[in-house]
């Protein structure tokens, strides 16, 4: 019998406020066709201006569900995988301050800082927990409140469209099988070289001080992200991920029931359907619906996927992504019968 890492629960949260492409004409020089055109977007979660919640409590919605539909207690919760790159406080992590809110007292708690391809990064960690021995269950959130740190005007346009805000968790327990179930492989890289393609500049520890007038004047508190440059590098990295896992696993493509990749923009993901010479509704897009939740992504959609009725009992999905670090990486999982 082997020690497998298996998905037993999922829930999404998104703040109940809906920003469409038309309010976003409010505030900047844009429009509705201009955004869909070159993101696929139509609207995004943002919290509610007058009553402001942080990420571990849009995180703190999505694992109470993910917990009653797992059958756990918050007590039965061996360690917090937390990923986000808008944690609530500079410090501490995020993940703390879930374990509080869901009333734990000394559960361990990790937070991880790696933007798009949080989810594949913590779901490979999680499997490493649970493959060693150090952990039974595992609860893996991705949490995002974007909203509160964009630029929300023409100049930053063009960075602030794409990002909703939202939160998605998985509950993950050992099981022990001789069936290939559970996370079947995982393949994770980064390319530090392209740092300052995508990334959100003060306030930063190198500065002295961290956070100036004059670095918000220049509007380095604002995320910046050199698009062609990322899009090109998708284009070459996600493909060749998948053909890597893939062949790690001994599968063949047609063997992947759904294709999830990161939700950061709809062309993206469908040139890697074309590139890749997949079926349509084998690659699995709700971007159109939430923006990109960054973190959230990958398991917003897993839970939505779950609900539409795409995959279930027996399924086996392909979760990968690219995004700021450079990061990238992907994750087969298989679901039990």
Not at 5 to 11: F, M, N, Q
Not at 107 to 133: E, K
Not at 311 to 335: C, D, M, Y
């Given at each position: ?8 629960g999922t829930g999404r949260y998104v703040p109940p406020r809906v ?215 998708a284009l070459r990295r996600l493909p060749e991920v998948t053909k ?7 599968l063949t493509k047609e063997d992947i029931d759904l294709y999830i ?77």
């Amino acid at each position: 019998m082997t020690t497998r890492a298996v998905i037993t629960g999922t829930g999404r949260y998104v703040p109940p406020r809906v920003v469409t492409n038309d309010d976003l004409t409010q505030w900047m020089d844009t429009s509705d066709e201009w955004i869909q055109q070159r993101t696929g977007i139509e609207k995004r979660h943002w919290i509610d201006e007058e009553a402001p919640v942080g990420t571990s409590d849009l995180g703190l919605e999505a694992s109470k569900i993910a917990l009653e539909r797992a059958g756990w207690a918050p007590e039965d919760i061996d360690l917090i995988i937390f990923a986000t790159l808008s944690p609530d406080l500079f410090f501490p992590g995020s993940g703390c301050l879930l374990q509080h809110k869901l009333g734990l007292e000394s559960t361990p708690a990790l937070d991880l800082r790696q933007q798009c391809t949080g989810f594949i990064y913590g779901l490979a960690t999680a499997d490493a927990y649970i493959r060693s021995g150090m952990a039974q269950r595992i609860l893996l959130v991705g949490a995002e409140v974007h909203s509160t740190g964009l630029d929300i005007s023409t100049e930053g346009r063009d960075v602030t469209v794409i990002f909703g805000d939202g939160a998605a968790a998985v509950c993950m327990e050992a099981v022990e099988t001789d069936q290939a179930v559970g996370v079947l492989g995982s393949v994770l890289h980064a390319k530090g070289s392209m740092a300052e393609s995508l990334k959100t500049d003060a306030p930063a520890s190198r500065e002295w001080p961290r956070l100036t007038a004059e670095m918000m004047a220049e509007r380095r508190h604002f995320p910046h992200m050199d698009g062609k440059a990322i899009f090109k590098e998708a284009l070459r990295r996600l493909p060749e991920v998948t053909k890597v896992i893939l062949k790690q696993t001994g599968l063949t493509k047609e063997d992947i029931d759904l294709y999830i990749p990161h939700q950061a923009n709809m062309r993206i993901n469908q040139f890697y359907q074309q590139m890749m010479k997949l079926p349509e509704e084998k690659v699995f897009h709700n971007i159109q619906r939430y923006g990109n939740t960054t973190a959230a992504t990958i398991p917003l959609a897993l839970d939505e996927a779950f609900e539409m009725g795409l995959i279930g009992k027996g399924s086996t999905v392909l979760f990968l992504g690219l995004g700021s670090g450079v990061t990238w990486g992907a994750n087969i999982h298989r679901f039990p019968e």
